[in-house]
């Protein structure tokens, strides 16, 4: 197993979830499962240096981004609620009603 | 080891393509907490025992557990049929994405031809000798000592999102006959008493 596959994955791993946040860029649960997605890639890429140069630094920095993820998630899920106890949708389109 | 890679990798991209192009958000859910047990073989693979379980426990258990409450309490079915991706968008999305790996590495596996040359090879065998210490403590040695500031800075974090998620979601005003003692105490006279007639 070489070192650029595990950076193949990571890298279509991102693909995917950044093309997912376009693609569902409509609905917030879909968008924020997708910023989740692009966390893990990016954790991946962080683990996969630490076993390469056998530094725990890696493991280190992917637990921080994994409880970054973690509080990233919360606030947005809280914006979640009180757009929805607002506008009784999860459509991101009614934010254009309190435009101006 | 490399095959279980391959495996656990391939697994891993179909999942998080369902996650991206389904249009039931719990099953795109489950599809991602699914992908998040691909990644923590994928990490158990790379010796990161400690990693590899946090992630079970901190996104499976708690993060997408919230997920799932936030699906449930909101009652969403389906995303509406507009918003959905067109079907050409979720074939080329899927091939790319797994398709074109598959080909390098069959390139790579079958032909022998390596699209980026000759690059470092992971885990190597003889890694593997009794350590002095877990994954755990190796990590606890780095974090508590090297990477404390960062620590406590990460439990501010933590405190500021609590504090956040809190603020933006409580109601103002308490349903029912419950007391509001502050307002109780605030109560001018003047609000209660009104003056008649003056009995001269």
């Known amino acids: ?100 | 080891m490399s095959l279980l890679f391959t495996m656990v990798g391939g697994v891993l991209l179909l999942l998080a393509n369902h996650v991206v192009l389904s249009s039931y958000p719990v099953h795109a859910l489950v599809s991602l907490v699914a992908s998040f047990v691909a990644m923590s073989v994928l990490w158990l693979l790379f010796d990161a025992e400690f990693l590899a379980l946090a992630l079970i426990f901190v996104y499976v258990g708690a993060v997408m557990t919230l997920f799932l409450f936030m699906v449930m309490m909101l009652n969403i079915q389906s995303y509406p049929k507009s918003s959905q991706a067109r079907p050409w968008v979720m074939v080329t999305l899927v091939c790319f994405t797994v398709g074109v790996p598959v080909v390098m590495l069959g390139f790579k596996y079958f032909a022998g031809v390596s699209y980026w040359g000759d690059w470092p090879v992971l885990l190597k065998a003889s890694d593997q000798v009794s350590l002095p210490m877990t994954n755990t403590e190796a990590i606890a040695q780095l974090l508590y000592k090297k990477y404390a500031i960062a620590f406590i800075t990460m439990g501010l974090l933590l405190l500021t999102a609590i504090v956040v998620a809190v603020s933006l979601v409580k109601r103002e005003r308490r349903a029912g006959k419950a007391q509001r003692i502050s307002e109780q105490l605030q109560v001018n006279p003047k609000d209660r008493v009104r003056l008649v007639q003056e009995i001269t």
């Open chain 1, 1 to 100: 197993m070489a070192m650029m596959e595990v950076f193949g994955l990571s890298l279509f791993l991102g693909v995917v979830a950044g093309v997912g946040a376009v693609l569902n860029t409509r609905n917030v649960i879909g968008f924020l499962m997708c910023i989740e997605l692009l966390f893990a890639a990016s954790a991946l890429n962080f683990v996969a240096f630490s076993n390469y140069y056998d530094h725990l630094d890696g493991q280190v920095m992917a637990l921080l981004t994994l409880s970054s993820a973690a509080c990233e998630s919360a606030v947005a899920l809280a914006v979640l609620i009180v757009l929805y106890r607002g506008y009784s949708s999860i459509d991101t389109r009614v934010l254009q009603q309190i435009k101006g």
